[in-house]
């Protein structure tokens, strides 16, 4: 079972940046897939997760509408469309897997089963 986030890099404040959430060893359909962040010194936050088995979607509010999950089944994989970033979304991106769906509570207690590997996110001003 393996998660793999990728996509991140260095990004001017105001630009656009899709993360991508590999996801192998899992029957996709079965789970909640979410992204959560951690900023260096800062505790870490939940961003959003998507269940895989009707596409419901929940978004952390500190995103503001700046940020979009979507999943795609035939390639096991959940993208995180980042627009308008700014330099305090500067962090490590990680993605989780939680046998079952999304709701708003996984976004705070982070009560993934798996967890993946981080990709690095910088926005510089």
């Known amino acids: 079972v393996q998660l793999q986030a990728s996509g991140g890099g260095l990004v001017q404040a105001g630009g656009s940046l899709r993360l991508s959430c590999v996801v192998s060893g899992i029957t996709f359909d079965d789970y909640a897939i979410g992204w959560y962040r951690q900023a260096p010194g800062k505790e870490r936050e939940g961003v959003s997760c998507i269940s895989e088995s009707d596409g419901s979607a929940y978004y952390s509010d500190s995103m503001n509408g700046r940020f979009a999950i979507s999943s795609d089944n035939a390639k096991n994989t959940v993208y995180l469309q980042m627009n308008g970033l700014k330099p305090e979304d500067t962090a490590v991106y990680y993605c989780?897997?939680?046998?079952?769906?999304?709701?708003?509570?996984?976004?705070?207690?982070?009560?993934?089963?798996?967890w993946g590997q981080g990709t690095e996110l910088t926005v510089s001003s």
């Open positions: 989780g897997a939680l046998r079952g769906t999304c709701t708003p509570l996984l976004l705070v207690v982070f009560g993934y089963d798996i």
